[in-house]
């Protein structure tokens, strides 16, 4: 895959993040949402080579589901656990963050992918 086709998903997957965010977070579960969100970010610019967002002859609306699949495994693989700094509503927050990023992720997938009935 060549570093083009790579960064226009990554670049517009961080567009839709960005625009997710709250810009205002005043508690930890809030923080914890965009920390949520940054993370599934991440984990889809760290993993970006195993999307295939390319087209092909498998349809759209199949393609997009097994790519929401691939990437809410990837989500749901991720352990955190609790750390000093961290309080129980920024983790809640940061699962939050995960389920949100998985409709961020959808959203992304109906722009990024034709869509046959």
Avoid: W
């Amino acid at each position: 895959m060549t570093t083009e086709k790579i960064n226009s998903p990554v670049k517009k997957f961080r567009r839709y993040i960005e625009m997710n965010k709250d810009h205002q977070a005043y508690s930890d579960f809030k923080e914890g949402i965009n920390k949520g969100l940054d993370i599934a970010r991440y984990t889809f610019e760290e993993n970006v080579d195993k999307f295939s967002l390319s087209f092909s002859d498998e349809a759209g609306v199949v393609k997009a589901k097994n790519l929401q699949d691939e990437f809410s495994q990837l989500l749901d693989e991720i352990v955190l656990t609790k750390k000093p700094n961290c309080s129980e509503e920024c983790l809640d927050g940061i699962y939050m963050g995960f389920e949100r990023s998985k409709k961020i992720f959808e959203d992304f997938l109906q722009e990024a992918l034709p869509v046959e009935n």
